[in-house]
């Protein structure tokens, strides 16, 4: 499976300058990607005036955030990749961000649990065509070399969400209700799904990738199955995945009960929200997607164990200041702890979304990151928030101030345990470098 695209590159390929078409699809898909993360992350931001409202509990609002989420997100990411390596990516992302902007407005409309969670579950299903399609599609505008950095500028999307979501939903539901922020970016992402269906051009499949004999020649539909196995098969893969995935199961917890946390056993406010913790969620969380994939170009062309020890050296910045932000007594010393996590936490991302399309068969990008998703997703992004609010409830009874405090605790032995994980890839990158020498 390991192609190696940057091995078939042409040397035109590799150092061909993206124009103005690549850089205008970058910034479209990157919006697609903040709306994206937005639409995810409107409910933790929201989460004690929903609490309020609806009677959740930290147990549900997890699920509703972790498992009931991911379990649509993730699994149907597959066919949807499978569907897109085959068809138009373009029209698959555009429809795609229609279905999740639809369900993020039907979210304000919920009158219980039960109608939020289904509303929850189809974001999920819908924004399952949003980021594989996107990956690929902007693996074939940016040549090799330049592609850590496109990708790194694409997983802006998350950060800027983030730092908007937080800055949006926490001002529009102390102004108004946190219904209406559920309502109004729904209404912005329709409209998005059709500036990405009239100004985003499909690019050709590998055409950065195959030398020039080759670049006329269309690549074949990559088969199914094959290529779920291929992918499992590959060691640097395989553990890049589960490594992530552990990495997700810390980022995602987090993510999902900060907010929840600082306001319920911090003393911080809404409006104190909107202001202070977007701005340290945005800036440096952008901070740390865009160092870790500038790092990664710079550090892959002389070892290819940067993509392992880039993500294992931030995490082990990142831990003594997550303890450090979980102790802190007030917010204001608990957002001074939180700055440096928020940027290491993410230097996974780029890294690893990078090695992937490195890795693949063009015609296997898709797909390929679809199972990167899978994997990650499913595990961090279903479980992490997941086991933060079970954990929360759990000691509720016994600690009432400060349950999600403890929980939040429990997270440190999965940051070492990602470490140990990433380690561990560094190990198979040099048996896969060293038996290809």
Same mark, same amino acid.
């Given at each position: 499976? $390991?192609?190696?695209?940057?091995?078939?590159?042409?040397?035109?390929?590799?150092?061909?300058?993206?124009?103005?078409?690549?850089?205008?699809?970058?910034?479209?898909?990157?919006?697609?990607?903040?709306?994206?993360?937005?639409?995810?992350?409107?409910?933790?931001?929201?989460?004690?005036?929903?609490?309020?409202?609806?009677?959740?509990?930290?147990?549900?609002?997890?699920?509703?955030?972790?498992?009931?989420?991911?379990?649509?997100?993730?699994?149907?990411?597959?066919?949807?990749?499978?569907?897109?390596?085959?068809?138009?990516?373009?029209?698959?992302?555009?429809?795609?961000?229609?279905?999740?902007?639809?369900?993020?407005?039907?979210?304000?409309?919920?009158?219980?649990?039960?109608?939020?969670?289904?509303?929850?579950?189809?974001?999920?299903?819908?924004?399952?065509?949003?980021?594989?399609?996107?990956?690929?599609?902007?693996?074939?505008? &940016?040549?090799?070399?330049?592609?850590?950095?496109?990708?790194?500028?694409?997983?802006?999307?998350?950060?800027?969400?983030?730092?908007?979501?937080?800055? &949006?939903?926490? $001002?529009?539901?102390?102004?108004?209700?946190?219904?209406?922020?559920?309502?109004?970016?729904?209404?912005?992402?329709?409209?998005?799904?059709?500036?990405?269906?009239?100004?985003?051009?499909?690019?050709?499949?590998?055409?950065?990738?195959?030398?020039?004999?080759?670049?006329?020649?269309?690549?074949?539909?990559?088969?199914?199955?094959?290529?779920?196995?291929?992918? &499992?098969?590959?060691?640097?893969?395989?553990?890049?995945?589960?490594?992530?995935?552990?990495?997700?199961?810390?980022?995602?917890?987090?993510?999902?009960?900060?907010?929840?946390?600082?306001?319920?056993?911090?003393?911080?406010?809404?409006?104190?929200?909107?202001?202070?913790?977007?701005?340290?969620?945005?800036?440096?969380?952008?901070?740390?997607?865009?160092?870790?994939?500038?790092?990664?170009?710079?550090?892959?062309?002389?070892?290819?164990?940067?993509? $392992?020890?880039?993500?294992?050296?931030?995490?082990?910045?990142?831990?003594?200041?997550?303890?450090?932000?979980?102790?802190?007594?007030?917010?204001?010393?608990?957002?001074?702890?939180?700055?440096?996590?928020?940027?290491?936490?993410?230097?996974?991302?780029?890294?690893?979304?990078?090695?992937?399309?490195?890795?693949?068969?063009?015609?296997?990008?898709?797909?390929?990151?679809?199972?990167?998703?899978?994997?990650?997703?499913?595990?961090?992004?279903?479980?992490?928030?997941?086991?933060?609010?079970?954990?929360?409830?759990?000691?509720?009874?016994?600690?009432?101030?400060?349950?999600?405090?403890?929980?939040?605790?429990?997270?440190?032995?999965?940051?070492?345990?990602?470490?140990?994980?990433?380690?561990?890839?560094?190990?198979?990158?040099?048996?896969?470098?060293?038996?290809?020498?």
């Amino acid at each position: 499976m $390991a192609a190696s695209s940057s091995a078939s590159a042409s040397p035109a390929a590799s150092y061909a300058r993206p124009g103005a078409r690549a850089w205008t699809a970058l910034a479209i898909l990157c919006f697609v990607y903040v709306l994206n993360f937005l639409d995810r992350q409107l409910l933790s931001i929201l989460a004690k005036p929903i609490q309020d409202e609806l009677g959740v509990t930290d147990t549900q609002l997890g699920l509703l955030g972790g498992l009931y989420f991911a379990a649509f997100y993730c699994i149907l990411a597959i066919p949807i990749g499978w569907l897109a390596d085959r068809t138009n990516r373009v029209r698959v992302l555009s429809l795609a961000c229609g279905l999740w902007s639809a369900a993020t407005a039907a979210c304000g409309l919920a009158q219980n649990y039960p109608q939020l969670a289904l509303a929850r579950m189809t974001v999920g299903v819908g924004e399952a065509g949003g980021v594989p399609p996107s990956y690929a599609i902007i693996s074939d505008y &940016f040549p090799s070399g330049t592609r850590g950095a496109a990708l790194g500028l694409y997983n802006f999307g998350p950060p800027i969400g983030q730092a908007l979501g937080v800055a &949006f939903g926490a $001002a529009v539901a102390a102004s108004f209700s946190w219904r209406s922020a559920f309502v109004t970016i729904g209404v912005i992402g329709l409209f998005t799904a059709l500036i990405v269906w009239l100004f985003v051009k499909e690019p050709k499949r590998g055409g950065l990738d195959v030398a020039h004999a080759e670049a006329d020649a269309k690549p074949a539909p990559a088969p199914f199955w094959g290529t779920v196995r291929d992918f &499992f098969a590959n060691p640097v893969l395989r553990r890049m995945s589960i490594a992530c995935a552990a990495t997700q199961f810390v980022t995602y917890g987090i993510l999902n009960f900060t907010v929840l946390l600082l306001m319920r056993e911090k003393g911080m406010t809404l409006e104190q929200v909107a202001v202070y913790y977007a701005l340290l969620i945005g800036l440096g969380t952008v901070a740390g997607m865009y160092a870790s994939g500038r790092l990664i170009d710079h550090f892959s062309r002389r070892s290819k164990q940067a993509y $392992a020890w880039i993500p294992a050296i931030g995490l082990v910045l990142a831990t003594p200041f997550f303890i450090g932000f979980v102790w802190a007594p007030g917010w204001e010393l608990a957002l001074l702890f939180l700055i440096l996590p928020t940027a290491f936490n993410y230097f996974y991302l780029s890294p690893a979304v990078t090695l992937v399309q490195e890795e693949v068969r063009p015609n296997q990008r898709v797909l390929s990151g679809a199972l990167l998703l899978l994997v990650m997703n499913l595990v961090g992004l279903g479980f992490g928030p997941t086991f933060v609010g079970i954990m929360s409830d759990y000691f509720q009874p016994t600690n009432p101030d400060n349950s999600l405090q403890l929980a939040f605790y429990c997270l440190v032995p999965f940051y070492v345990l990602a470490v140990l994980l990433f380690m561990r890839l560094a190990r198979a990158i040099k048996r896969q470098t060293g038996a290809s020498t």
